[in-house]
């Protein structure tokens, strides 16, 4: 097991692939053992053991070996990022954490994934 953070994301989503970018820039240059998996790679989406209509349902992270999803998942990651820690201590205050949750679960996250399938419905009418 790695003490290594994991992301795994929806790059297809311009959202969502706009925000993990500027994660994995700041990733990157600080040399953060954080890797950033997207869910339209096959090898990586079964080291995950998630199918890839789930993964595309919210933002998974992976530390010591376990998943954490949504905004708990943010929350693990923005503990991390140096500059993005004052944010998951923010998003971890009790009044803030729920209505961040619900937020997420039932609104952005279920918008974000139907917004995923209408695209993916588009390319596979276009490539009829």
């Not at 989406?45 to 992976?62: E, N, P």
């Not at 503990?79 to 209505?99: K, S």
Request: net charge positive; aromatic share 8%; proline share 5%.
């Amino acid at each position: 097991m790695t003490d290594k953070t994991e992301v795994l994301y929806n790059g297809d989503c311009p959202i969502c692939s706009r925000e993990v970018n500027q994660y994995a820039r700041i990733s990157a240059k600080q040399a953060l053992p954080i890797s950033y998996d997207d869910l339209a790679d096959a090898d990586r989406l079964a080291d995950w053991g998630i199918t890839q209509q789930d993964a595309a349902k919210r933002l998974h992270v992976r530390k010591s070996g376990v998943i954490t999803s949504g905004i708990p998942a943010f929350i693990l990651l923005w503990r991390e990022i140096p500059q993005m820690r004052w944010l998951a201590r923010l998003a971890n205050l009790p009044v803030i954490h729920g209505a961040a949750c619900a937020l997420y679960d039932y609104v952005l996250a279920p918008l974000l994934y139907r917004l995923h399938v209408a695209r993916q419905n588009r390319r596979a009418k276009d490539n009829i």
